[in-house]
């Protein structure tokens, strides 16, 4: 008689357990799909903010009157050039962070991080600091940390979206990089051209929003749909889908029986779990628990790695030559004035904007899925 009670107790338990972990509806889905695409958007954006305002800045920062410092073109570029180094080193690391780490808490303490490097600069300026070895220090710093955004929000992305029509959106959600210009652009018209603060606070200013970000991301962000109860559903997830519902079909028709009793026990707590420590075995993506990462050399080897790297590195060449040096460019060889030199850097990165976005359509079109 005790026996048959203790056995009633669990399965009353087992079943409110299966009843408060169902999948959530479609509703719900798109709307944390649409906060993820939104926070991590500007999560990545944040740091093109910071960018493009040591871009459009420089003009301010070579002057040798306060609040300038006095450093030259060569020295600037020699910052660049080792802050644009750390942070190519910090991706690799960031993506091995990222496979064995929590995403929200690398990102939450990066961007703090990046923030108090960043804000260390705007104070060199303040404390008339004229040694570039001080600036490379935090640039360093801010460029090696900064990494951790790239591969993290990839990652929360792609277990938010399904493979099917994730051209469109990552076309639209990669644009982030040319809004994060666009806001630092207008960000250092609005404050050092409209308000007249010096480049010193302006540049305060925009490192704080990557701050905010960070520990917003800290407190709010959800990098695993399973952790709310949600499945995301692949095209080739359907014969699995299929077999997790006969079994939960034997598992309640049968639960009578002690052997399948613990069986829904075991499976359920697998499938099912909202744990931050453990996500389900069934539904996890690429670099989640349960998973092992390959290693870098085996990573090329990978059909169309050394390809698309190849284009990449062109790419960025191309790009962030025209976003660190464009604004100088357009003042001291096209005498632009500070309007002219705003809407020069608005069009370039609006023109990137709608490429991106058309080009994921197309991608879309043409190959159906990645």
């Keep these: 008689m005790e026996a048959d009670f203790q056995k009633d107790i669990r399965i009353n ?19 944390f799909q649409g906060y993820i695409f939104v926070l991590t958007f500007f999560t990545y954006a944040s740091l093109h903010t910071t960018r493009e305002a040591w871009a459009f800045l420089k003009d ?19 910052i660049d050039m080792v802050f644009l180094g750390f942070y ?8 091995v962070l990222g496979d064995n780490m929590n995403k929200k ?52 992305m792609a277990n938010w979206f399904s493979k099917k029509g994730r051209g469109f959106w990552f076309g639209i959600w990669t ?19 409209r308000i007249g603060l010096d480049w010193r606070w302006t540049w305060i200013i925009v490192s704080l929003f990557v701050g ?40 309640v028709g049968d639960r009578e029986e002690e052997g399948n009793e613990q069986r829904s026990v075991r499976s359920r707590g697998k499938m099912h779990s909202q744990s931050d420590d453990t996500l389900p075995e069934l539904v996890l993506k690429d670099g989640e628990e349960g998973e092992k990462s390959i290693n870098f050399f085996k990573a090329w080897l990978i059909p169309g790695v050394i390809q698309f790297s190849i284009c990449y590195l062109g790419l960025k060449l191309a790009n962030y030559g025209i976003m660190l040096w464009l604004p100088t460019y357009a003042t001291e060889h096209l ?4 309007d002219q ?3 020069i850097a608005l069009l370039y990165d609006i023109g990137t904007v709608a490429g991106s976005i058309c080009l994921g359509l197309l991608s879309d079109l043409m190959y159906g899925r990645r």
């Design 105 to 156: 808490l690398l990102i939450g303490v990066g961007y703090i991080i990046v923030c108090a490097a960043s804000v260390m600069i705007g104070m060199g300026g303040i404390w008339q600091i004229r040694n570039q070895w001080y600036y490379i220090l935090f640039f360093s710093i801010s460029g090696i940390v900064q990494s951790v955004g790239w591969p993290s929000v990839v990652a929360i």
């Design 13 to 31: 338990l087992t079943n409110e357990n299966l009843n408060s972990n169902k999948p959530k509806s479609m509703r719900t889905q798109h709307l």
């Design 60 to 78: 301010n920062i070579k002057k040798e009157d306060s609040p300038g410092i006095g450093l030259s073109s060569d020295q600037l570029g020699t």
């Design 335 to 338: 005498k632009f004035n500070e």
């Design 341 to 343: 030199k705003t809407l």
């Design 88 to 95: 190519s080193i910090g991706l690799y690391i960031s993506g």
């Design 212 to 251: 905010v970000i960070g520990l917003f991301n800290l407190f709010f962000m959800v990098e695993h749909p399973a952790k709310v109860g949600i499945i995301i559903k692949e095209q080739n997830e359907d014969e699995t889908v299929a077999l997790i519902e006969s079994e939960d079909n034997a598992i």
């Design 175 to 193: 644009a982030n990089p040319n809004v994060g210009n666009i806001i630092g652009t207008l960000s250092c018209n609005l404050f050092n051209g």
